[in-house]
């Protein structure tokens, strides 16, 4: 079975940061300000879930 992954809707994202600071062994932000998934399995699903929760944007999402 493969693990679900988040991924980030790029052109969603504002930068604010929240994700990272939840998260930040999976999600970095780049040169542009925008939330990079750079290390998609990186914490636990409940973990990443929190952060998903945060996004003022909802633009984190699962993929299965
Ligand atoms: S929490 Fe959402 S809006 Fe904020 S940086 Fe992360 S993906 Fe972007």
Known sequence: ???KTP???REECIGCGAC???CP???Q???DDKSECYNPT???DEEIQKAIDDCPTQC???RE
Do not use: N, R, Y
């Open 25 to 27: 062994e999976v999600f």
């Open 29 to 31: 932000l780049d040169d």
């Open 42 to 44: 990186g914490a636990p």
């Open 7 to 9: 991924w980030v809707e």
């Open 60 to 62: 984190i999402h699962w």
């Open 1 to 3: 079975m493969m693990a």
């Open 20 to 22: 990272v600071d939840v």
